[in-house]
């Protein structure tokens, strides 16, 4: 079997993403891409990520060909693909319906840096993409491109993209996101919340290694 413990990762992380209520049921997903191979480990489509094994997670190309795998791979392959075609740095893509974040981008065009830990753990305030058809190759470009310098991204009505050197990175940031927006959700509720001055942000991205 192809990258046999890629994928046991990919596997694992995708039942850690179910586990801690980020997505329900089948939705979302999950890839890895071998720094060796150029190989990319998605998560299969349409299946209880519980009773998910190595042998179901699709190995592709970097051009979305089945190397190997029986089982037919994630519909949101598009999106997956165009950040590693995109970006050498990014090994890893997670993809969540995680409810608070998903439901920010229904009504606000950003997470905004309300508290240091969202600079920490995604750079910065968090940007919605623009609504796409989910599937696409234009979501993933769309992605993409609001995402910038930042490791997280909100896909407006639909739900979260983060990224990073290692699926364990990348799963901690769409929990870090999901964190944020459930904390920014509780204090809208409250009144108008305090967001940290542009001063302050651009010295906590200083401070974990952002250049603006």
């Known amino acids: 079997m192809l990258l046999p413990e ?13 586990r801690w209520g980020l997505v329900r049921g089948t ?17 299969p489509s349409g299946m ?39 970006r050498p740095d990014v090994l890893a893509v997670v993809h969540t319906h995680a409810p608070y974040a ?7 065009p950003e997470i905004p840096t309300a508290m240091p830990e969202i600079i920490f753990a995604l750079g910065g305030s968090v940007p ?3 609504y796409t058809t989910p599937g696409t190759e234009k979501l993933g ?16 009505n639909h739900g979260t993209v983060t990224i990073g050197e290692s699926l364990d990175r990348a799963l901690h940031r769409a ?13 809208l509720q409250l009144g108008k919340p305090f967001v940290l001055s542009a001063e302050e942000t ?9 250049k603006d």
């Open 175 to 187: 929990v870090a996101l999901e964190d944020a927006a459930y904390i920014y959700s509780l204090a």
């Open 27 to 43: 939705s979302g997903n999950i890839s890895a891409r071998d720094p060796g191979s150029g190989h990319v480990a998605l998560t």
């Open 48 to 86: 209880d990520y519980e009773k998910v094994h190595p042998e179901d997670v699709v190995v592709l190309s970097i051009d979305g060909e089945v190397i190997e795998g029986n089982r037919r791979p994630s519909v949101e392959k598009p999106l997956h693909l165009a950040f590693y075609r995109a």
């Open 6 to 18: 890629l994928r046991l990762e990919v596997a694992e992380t995708a039942r850690n993403m179910f």
């Open 102 to 108: 998903t439901a920010l981008s229904m009504v606000y």
């Open 141 to 156: 470009l769309g992605a993409l491109e609001a995402i910038g310098d930042r490791k997280g991204v909100i896909l407006q």
């Open 202 to 210: 651009r010295a906590l991205r200083a401070k974990v290694g952002y």
């Open 128 to 130: 919605v993409a623009p």
